[in-house]
């Protein structure tokens, strides 16, 4: 304890709610149960709708969100206690809130819509004039006006926006900082006509301190698909930059401390590849709707994409002259200090390793069924120990333990190949 007191900011920021609404957020995963959360807590009534009986039944547990501190907390306050509730089933309300997946086509490099579609779907028998339908779900350009406007015509016999209103406000939250984030962010409220937008600005003012920034639908899908081609372009170019310093026999973190004094550069670190639900995405939903224009999508993709097999190809030149080598591989999540292993660049590893035929132990202590006790045991007879995943308590235990954990090994190689 510091002796003190942080004035929550987020709280005293907040504009009170004027009228309380019935909201529905459908899917409530890592997106739409933050937001559930925060609009519950601003006062509304908020029911959460997930077609996984066990989110359902942890929401209504009130089970703690992992590593979300404050979201898990609000989520046990009375005041939540109180407006939100969950299920399965959607039902009537004024607002429906959309956050359920859109991973990638599992063979063609689009976007898979049938969760976005069997969402929409299942609000249609509910909808009522006056309703305000918010799509938070990343889509492709297109997607408000081409397919969710007709399906609610069709479905329901209302238009849009006359009689239903119709948003797509995009989600920036960064897991491992989801409060602070979705309340402090800037957000793009793209409404299909002004009534939209003025109404969905409405909603998000309850929890939002950020600025609430509005534009048309088609603006706001194109926006967020290129915040994240935009992180996926620039690590690739730092792939290849620091692949370029390695022919050269340069120390890149030398490089990059130099180049970031440069006032208009900004490199961001290397690594072993892009994971996660969205940056490894997002770009080919642009690249799907003008494939001449995105060239630099298709390099950076195949740049990012192919750094999994260069690690591989760097741990079997370490593992060379070892007869029948053993790795102890420790991360299996997107990215350090989460439980998150979408799209995990260090699971492709590990997966190309032991398709070689490669003795590996794979292990992750912020992922509950890949925990261990310790790196001393664990690392019995191993040749090569290798931080995928630079987690902070991995870092610590091996910086505290490293000679223990030289000791126990049958070649004592460690190594961590990204850190900074
Ligand atoms: N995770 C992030 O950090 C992040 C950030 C910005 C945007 N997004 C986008 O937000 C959207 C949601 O992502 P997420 O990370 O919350 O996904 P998630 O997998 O964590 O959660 C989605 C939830 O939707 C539920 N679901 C699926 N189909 C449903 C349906 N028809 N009806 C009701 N529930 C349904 C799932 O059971 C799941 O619980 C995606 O489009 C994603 O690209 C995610």
Wanted: net charge negative; proline share 7%.
């Amino acid at each position: 304890m510091t002796g003190v007191v942080e004035i929550d900011v987020t709280r005293t920021l907040r504009r009170p709610v004027t009228e309380i609404k019935k909201i529905v957020v459908v899917g409530t995963g890592y997106v739409g149960l933050p937001a559930a959360i925060l609009l519950a807590d601003a006062g509304h009534e908020v029911l959460g709708v997930d077609i996984n009986e066990s989110v359902v039944n942890s929401i209504r547990r009130r089970e703690p969100l992992l590593d979300e501190e404050e979201l898990s907390n609000l989520l046990k306050s009375d005041r939540v206690g109180r407006n939100l509730t969950a299920s399965t089933q959607v039902e009537t309300g004024d607002i429906f809130v959309i956050a359920v997946p859109t991973p990638l086509h599992p063979t063609k490099r689009i976007a898979a819509l049938e969760a976005l579609i069997s969402a929409v779907e299942s609000v249609l028998p509910h909808l009522r004039p006056g309703n305000l339908v918010i799509i938070e779900s990343t889509i492709p350009p297109r997607t408000c006006q081409d397919l969710v406007k007709p399906m609610i015509e069709k479905g329901t016999k209302l238009r849009v926006p006359e009689d239903i209103k119709l948003a797509h406000c995009p989600e920036r939250i960064l897991p491992g900082n989801m409060y602070r984030e979705i309340v402090r962010n800037d957000r793009i409220i793209g409404g299909i006509d002004e009534e939209s937008s003025r109404l969905a600005k409405e909603m998000y003012e309850g929890f939002v301190i950020g600025d609430l920034v509005v534009t048309d639908d088609l603006t706001a899908e194109l926006c967020k698909l290129m915040e994240n081609t935009y992180r996926d372009v620039n690590i690739a170019l730092t792939n290849e930059m620091s692949e370029v310093a390695e022919t050269l026999g340069i120390n890149y973190e030398t490089a990059l401390g130099l180049v970031n004094r440069h006032p208009r550069v900004s490199y961001l670190k290397p690594g072993i590849g892009v994971g996660g639900h969205c940056i490894p995405l997002d770009p080919w939903f642009i690249r799907e709707i003008d494939p001449l224009n995105t060239r630099i999508i298709d390099v950076s993709r195949t740049i990012n994409l192919g750094r999994p097999e260069k690690l591989a190809k760097k741990i079997r030149k370490k593992l060379a002259n070892i007869g029948d080598p053993k790795i102890l591989a420790l991360g299996a999540t997107y990215k350090p200090d989460v439980d998150d292993c979408r799209e995990s660049p260090a699971v492709e590893i590990v997966d190309l390793m032991v398709e070689d035929g490669y003795k590996i132990t794979h292990l992750d202590p912020m992922v509950p069924s890949m925990s261990y006790g310790s790196l001393i045991d664990e690392a019995r007879g191993a040749d090569l120990l290798v931080v995928l995943v630079p987690h902070q308590m991995v870092l610590r235990e091996i910086e505290r333990d490293r000679r223990a954990i030289e000791a126990v090994m049958r070649t004592p190689q460690i190594w961590i190949p990204f850190t900074y």
